[in-house]
């Protein structure tokens, strides 16, 4: 069984940068066969998408709220993915998920029933 482990995730003020990363184990093949996911699930909130990139890498997708603040790479030498998080507003409060799907194609990656693995989450809680 895919094991994910997220990890990164604390306490920031408004404005400032946190990066969390993903390693991951256990894994059926190469990590390189697999799309990998950010999700976040808001307190009281529905989990959504946050970005997601392809297992080569050449390809990556954003959610509208986070374009041009969060970059999302991966390293697969190291089994790993991160998300770094440039610029937090309070709105980005939340669970972080890490996700991964393998060999699926890189047009829905936006899509978490995409996703067969997921790791237990990382809390970020961003402050006003």
């Known amino acids: 069984q895919v094991q994910l482990v997220e990890s990164g995730g604390g306490l920031v003020q408004a404005g400032e940068p946190l990066n969390v990363s993903c390693a991951a184990s256990?894994?059926?093949?190469?990590?390189?066969?697999?799309?990998m996911g950010w999700f976040r699930q808001p307190p009281g909130k529905e989990r959504e998408f946050v970005a997601a990139?392809?297992?080569?890498?050449?390809?990556?997708s954003y959610t509208d709220a986070v374009k041009g603040r969060f970059t999302i790479s991966r390293d697969n030498a190291k089994n790993t993915i991160y998300l770094q998080m440039h610029i937090l507003i309070p709105e980005d409060t939340a669970v972080y998920y890490c996700?991964?799907?393998?060999?699926?194609?890189?047009?829905?990656?936006?899509?978490?029933?995409?996703?067969?693995?997921w790791g237990q989450g990382t809390q970020v809680t961003v402050s006003s």
């Open positions: 996700a991964a799907a393998f060999l699926r194609s890189a047009q829905n990656m936006n899509d978490r029933r995409e996703y067969a693995y």
């Open positions: 990139i392809s297992r080569n890498g050449g390809s990556t």
């Open positions: 256990r894994l059926t093949g190469d990590f390189s066969l697999y799309n």
